[in-house]
């Protein structure tokens, strides 16, 4: 049997949140890697919460905080999201080395190729789009939006100069 488009999914039916062990419902099975996306997409788009998130230090940066206090830089380019933190660098890696996989997550109407993890749904949330194609036109219009800010600081201080230099 191949493995080529399916994946072993096992979810233990204990884990340890906060120092506790908490019974979940387990699952442990086959499921195509298509299925395995979509439903890896819902989970991470359903955890996204756009009030975790904080300004960085440019128009482009966002600042994630995560649930042990920890804090993640989100950083936005025109075509993808990418986050400092465990969960976003092990997903790339593994889309990385399964052709299979990434093929099902370019195909993917909502991500086209973004790998789905809650910083970056959550980053889509705060800007306001629900899909990668939606991102890149938030994008487009927020680093506009911060190139017209920057023009007007320098407009300022072009205006602020010029008494000086009518009194030479």
């Known amino acids: ?22 019974k979940i419902r387990g699952i442990s099975g086959f499921i ?11 989970r991470s788009w359903a955890k996204a919460d ?8 440019d128009w482009d940066e966002l600042i994630a905080r995560g649930n042990t206090g920890d804090f993640y830089e989100v950083k936005l380019y025109q075509h993808e999201i990418t986050c400092t933190c465990h969960a976003y660098s092990g997903l790339e890696k593994a889309f990385n080395q399964d052709a299979v996989a990434a093929k099902h997550l370019m195909l993917n109407i ?19 789009a629900e899909t990668q194609r939606q991102y890149e036109y938030c994008w487009l219009n927020r680093r506009d939006a911060a190139a017209n800010e920057t ?12 008494p000086e230099f009518t009194d030479w």
């Open 1 to 22: 049997m191949g493995y080529k488009n399916i994946v072993y999914l096992h979810i233990p039916n204990k884990i340890e949140k906060r120092k506790q062990i908490v």
């Open 32 to 42: 195509s890697k298509a299925d395995f996306i979509e439903v890896l997409i819902n």
């Open 50 to 57: 756009p009030y975790k998130l904080e300004p960085g230090s």
């Open 110 to 128: 909502k991500t086209q190729g973004q790998i789905p993890d809650k910083h970056i749904f959550a980053a889509w949330k705060y800007i306001g």
């Open 151 to 162: 023009r007007g600081k320098l407009c300022e201080f072009d205006h602020e100069l010029e």
